[in-house]
């Protein structure tokens, strides 16, 4: 089984506003044609008419079991009422983790603000996944986005898991030792690639993730997700298929990583 642990239902490219439901269709086409079967969607720090809230989204997939909803937190706007929300969400476990978008926005993820955000996910013992390396839009400010930042929240929150999301891409060895250095920090491989990968890059980044493993000292710091519909997901998926793990480090990848962490309701995989 495979769980895509970083999804989106936001419309990057269309012109006109595509529906939810519309968006929702073309994402479990991708599931079945890449043989994925259950993917947690990321909700945007923005809301507008191509990115949905938070509390639309866990309407939308109210009916779908195969869906999770992780939110998205924005450092610049959120309010009271909207943390109220979110904690109501996570009490009735509809939310499986939090999201924040360093980089999209200027903060640094040990914003003393933000405080309130790591005292929820302790709450609730839901991991926090943080934006980290490159932005897909030219705007982002790339200091703020290093996984260098993370370690002192890592340090100073030790109760939180987070989640370094896209390996901190492009500073990998610097992610691998907040890792390696922090039993509370796991990272994903998602949005290494626009669309899929060539067949040059899946040899660079296949080497590149291989030496990440062997940093980090354990494959159980690892998740597998796509950032689909930026990346493709069948594309993604082959690419992890040839990396020749061991079929325990790619269950962990692929699997039960995602499975423990988020505490889907799944059942457990073979070699648990």
């Avoid at 491989?189 to 080497?207: H, P």
């Avoid at 030496?211 to 597998?224: E, M, S, V, W």
Wanted: aromatic letters at 12%.
């Amino acid at each position: 089984m495979i769980i895509d642990c970083h999804v989106h239902l936001n419309n990057y490219h269309e012109q006109v506003a595509v529906s939810l439901d519309q968006s929702l269709d073309k994402l479990q086409a991708a599931m079945g044609e890449a043989g994925v079967d259950y993917a947690l969607v990321l909700t945007s720090y923005l809301v507008s008419p191509h990115r949905p809230s938070t509390a639309e989204v866990v309407k939308a997939i109210a009916s779908i079991p195969n869906l999770g909803v992780v939110a998205g937190i924005s450092y610049e706007n959120y309010r009271q009422r909207d943390l109220r929300e979110l904690a109501d969400f996570l009490e009735q476990g509809l939310v499986k983790g939090l999201k924040l978008y360093p980089g999209y926005e200027p903060f640094f993820p040990h914003d003393k603000r933000l405080k309130v955000v790591y005292d929820l996910a302790e709450e609730f013992d839901v991991p926090v996944m943080i934006h980290s390396g490159d932005t897909y839009s030219a705007k982002g400010k790339l200091k703020y986005s290093h996984p260098l930042e993370i370690d002192e929240v890592a340090v100073d929150h030790p109760n939180v898991k987070f989640v370094i999301c896209h390996l901190g891409n492009p500073w990998l060895t610097d992610c691998m030792e907040v890792v390696y250095k922090n039993a509370n920090v796991h990272t994903d491989i998602s949005g290494l690639v626009l669309g899929t990968f060539t067949e040059a890059f899946e040899d660079y980044m296949s080497d590149e993730i291989k030496d990440a493993i062997i940093y980090a000292g354990d494959p159980k710091f690892f998740l597998f997700g796509t950032d689909w519909p930026i990346c493709s997901m069948t594309s993604y998926v082959k690419f992890v298929q040839q990396l020749g793990l061991s079929s325990e480090a790619y269950h962990l990848m692929m699997y039960e990583n995602a499975r423990r962490l988020f505490k889907l309701p799944l059942p457990a995989g073979p070699s648990t």
